[in-house]
């Protein structure tokens, strides 16, 4: 039942054609966050309640982001494409690397072999791109389908990974190097990513896909070790912290890449990444809430506590 009521209440279901097969919805409703003691900064065991949203299937691509870059050119605003495009590791904050993607004749981006002479498959996450690369992506798509995606927070991030029953990985409690791309997956010779319809193990229980390996996502908290707070009731408070632009800000970063152990899989695994940073192992994917009107109730008082603080045990029901 949902915070502050005295009965349970149907799950709502979004009516059949309004999403599409690359998106996932996740139900409103309890889950367990935390509690692994393997997870790097994992918060402790709790029960959190999270509205409806969904989440988009698959990780941003290369092939997503350069129709991003390329509407920008084509809008007169080719600075931004610039700023926003994967680049190189710089070195002091606020500089850029080189650019990895390539330009055609006509100016379009494309995808040319890299530093190390390998190719960026289309298919391949976005990755080397900024927090604030993502958020203009996020913006951008918003603008142009007329709905309102943003980057996840990190605990809705946790929930479509691991579903309501606090598994360690997205398909359960045990982690076979073929399930997800990581470090052990690879034949002998070079890593690389792969194709994020690759490894279809590294599934959800709602479907949601490569939250496990291949490329880590760049959630909207900042971080901190206590982690979110929630109210009285277990209900997460929407993420706005009034600095979205320091780029020295450390923003939550979750879940496996490519390159990365088997313990970095983990879905209640932490990191805290500052905003500026470009790295090889984190791209990122968007979410968009859902409003669902429930029957008219009283809700507890406005108190905040950390989401790892009541240290419940137990799911109150799917979703």
């Known amino acids: 039942m949902p915070p502050g009521e005295d009965a349970s209440l149907p799950i709502w279901l979004p009516p059949l054609g309004t999403i599409s097969r690359d998106e996932v919805y996740v139900p409103a409703g309890w889950f367990l966050s935390g509690g692994d003691p393997q997870a790097e900064a994992a918060l402790p065991l709790n029960e959190v309640w999270l509205d409806a949203f969904i989440i988009q299937r698959f990780p941003v691509t290369n092939r997503d982001f350069i129709v991003f870059l390329d509407d920008l050119v084509a809008a007169g605003r080719e600075d931004e494409a610039l700023e926003f495009a994967p680049r190189e590791r710089a070195g002091p904050s606020g500089t850029t690397g080189p650019l990895i993607y390539g330009r055609d004749e006509n100016g379009r981006f494309m995808l040319p072999l890299d530093a190390d002479g390998d190719q960026w498959e289309p298919d391949w996450p976005v990755l080397k791109v900024s927090f604030t690369s993502a958020r203009a992506y996020a913006k951008w798509l918003a603008a142009r389908e007329g709905l ?3 980057l996840p927070s990190e605990l809705e991030w946790e929930k479509a990974a691991r579903g309501v029953d606090g598994r360690w ?4 409690d045990y982690l076979d190097p073929t399930f997800c791309c990581m470090q052990d997956s690879h034949a002998p010779g070079r890593r690389l990513p792969s194709s994020v319809s690759a490894y279809p193990l ?3 229980p709602y479907g949601v896909r490569g939250m496990a390996g291949n490329a880590r996502d760049w ?12 109210d ?15 780029i020295e800000q450390r923003r939550v970063v979750r879940g496996g890449a490519w390159w990365q152990r088997a313990d970095q899989a983990r879905a209640a695994n932490r990191l805290g ?5 470009r790295d090889v192992g984190i791209s990122f994917r968007l979410i968009r809430s859902i409003s669902v009107a429930y029957s008219a109730g009283t809700r507890g008082g406005s108190a905040r506590r950390p989401a790892g603080g009541s240290g419940r045990s137990g799911t109150r029901g799917s979703g």
């Open 219 to 230: 959630c909207l908290d900042p971080f901190s070790e206590e982690g979110p707070f929630v």
């Open 169 to 172: 990985f997205p398909w359960g």
């Open 232 to 246: 009285e009731d277990g209900q997460v408070a929407p993420v706005w912290d009034g600095d979205w632009d320091n």
């Open 148 to 150: 309102p995606w943003r």
């Open 202 to 204: 590294d599934e959800s």
């Open 273 to 277: 990444v500052r905003a500026f940073l």
